[in-house]
């Protein structure tokens, strides 16, 4: 794991703010110094939370603008950005719409690169590595048209991806004729194994990539990427890793886990700002991938690098230097902590639901090995809209909510600005709709 993520406790003890302290730094004070200071936070020594402390995780509530009563589970389809994010895309917009010239928006080429290193040092890569686009479903097209396949070349992808790593092989494939196989997994893994065997007995002489999910956008369900990463590479197989769910979720190495390609939105988990995405590509990779768009400041230094991914044009640099600022949020808090945080608020939901709700099935995996933020389950009510508005309407949750075979799907994902009281609320109101089916 980077070991940037990890509790540093030489430098805690060295600051001269405690735990708390640092956090109210984080959520109070860090908007005031964005707002001043362009889009840097304050720097001080990474913070690691106490999960079951709920002190420190109300003060990182603050941080983000909810109407009181509000309660946000939908992490898996849009986070709120937290306000010193917000703020620092702001003012970068002003202060180009007050000047646009090439001189004032020289400075943005190096920010650019400042966020590429934090995302490096995030995720565990090389800055090389990194590219910037817009969102999961742009780096998954990056990979998948510009990987060479065609006649006699096999694709294995999940049954539980996303479109964007699922459809869109399909499209591809009737395109370039290379074939797609789909892999289907136990709806109720009792284990890692039964995620993999599945997938080893697909691979094929001429299986040239495997694209999986790192978590299921609609069953919650954990993937043993490194495990999966492994196999592939032992079969001489590229392995694209969809981190649209685990990206500012989980405490991510990617050298470590061993995959080819990854990608990531930070409208997520990261709670960053809108149309932002990250692309990983291996360095031994680089090479196998043509870029998808070339315009101007192209260079032969930049098709060396992962940079060929992210020549896009003109771009909007405040949403560019508000993707650092989010990284460099989410780390103050602590990459580990945000991971362990979510888990136990998700690990609670599962209890509470299976203890309060007559007829609620879960689809979501319970050991956390084999899940992580997103919770899914039925409900015996089979009107998924009605139960969509009652929760919106009369309960204030925003969530996921339709049919699915005379019963109703719901999706919550409790993300850090998740409090222990807005769980309870969450299973009262679902408890209520489930009885009055």
């Known amino acids: 794991m980077n070991t940037r993520n990890t509790n540093d406790q030489s430098a805690a003890s060295d600051a001269t703010l405690n735990r708390r302290q640092l956090l109210t730094a984080i959520c109070a004070g860090v908007g005031a110094s964005l707002v001043t200071d362009s889009h840097r936070l304050v720097h001080a020594a990474p913070v690691s939370a106490p999960v079951n402390d709920d002190a420190p995780w109300r003060q990182v509530k603050e941080a983000f603008a909810f109407e009181p009563g509000y309660i946000a589970l939908n992490a898996a389809n849009l986070c709120p950005t937290s306000a010193p994010v917000f703020e620092a895309q702001l ?46 479903s742009e780096g998954n097209a990056t990979i998948i048209d510009g990987l060479k396949l065609g006649p006699g070349d096999e694709v294995v992808v999940w049954d539980q991806n996303h479109e964007s790593n699922l459809v869109a092989w399909r499209v591809a494939a009737k395109r370039r004729g290379f074939t797609v196989t789909t892999v289907t997994t136990p709806a109720q893994p009792r284990d890692q194994q039964q995620l993999i065997a599945p997938f080893e007995k697909a691979l094929k002489r001429q299986t040239r990539v495997i694209a999986f999910s790192h978590i299921a956008n609609m069953s919650g369900t954990r993937a043993p990427a490194q495990a999966l990463c492994a196999l592939a590479r032992e079969r001489g197989v590229l392995s694209l890793l969809d981190g649209a769910q685990s ?30 995405g990250v692309l990983y590509v291996r360095k031994d990779a680089l090479d196998r991938v043509w870029p998808h768009m070339v315009t101007h400041a192209w260079s032969d230094e930049r098709e060396r690098s992962a940079r060929k991914f992210d020549c ?67 409900v015996p009510n089979p009107d998924g809209e ?52």
């Open 312 to 378: 896009l044009g003109q771009q909007d640099d405040g949403r560019i230097v508000a993707l650092g600022s989010a990284v460099e949020f989410h780390e103050r808090i602590g990459c580990a902590s945000v991971q362990d945080r979510i888990i136990s608020l998700n690990t609670s939901l599962k209890e509470k639901l299976a203890a309060r709700v007559a007829g609620v099935q879960l689809l979501t995996p319970v050991p956390p090995a084999l899940s992580a933020g997103i919770t899914c389950f039925t």
């Open 247 to 276: 990206f500012g979720m989980l405490a991510v190495d990617l050298h470590a886990i061993g995959c080819d390609f990854y990608t990531g939105s930070a409208h997520k988990w990261l709670a960053g700002p809108r149309e932002c």
């Open 91 to 136: 003012q970068i917009m002003r202060d180009v719409n007050r000047d646009p010239s090439f001189e004032n928006r020289a400075r943005f080429e190096a920010e650019k690169e400042k966020t590429r290193a934090r995302l490096a040092n995030m995720l565990g890569a090389d800055a090389d590595e990194i590219a910037i686009t817009r969102n999961t």
């Open 386 to 437: 009605k139960i969509r508005q009652i929760l919106y309407g009369t309960h204030r949750i925003s969530a996921l909510s339709v049919p699915a075979g005379g019963r109703t799907l719901l999706r919550f994902c409790p993300h850090i600005y998740t409090l222990p009281e807005e769980i309870d609320r969450a299973v009262a109101a679902v408890a209520a709709v489930a009885a009055a089916a």
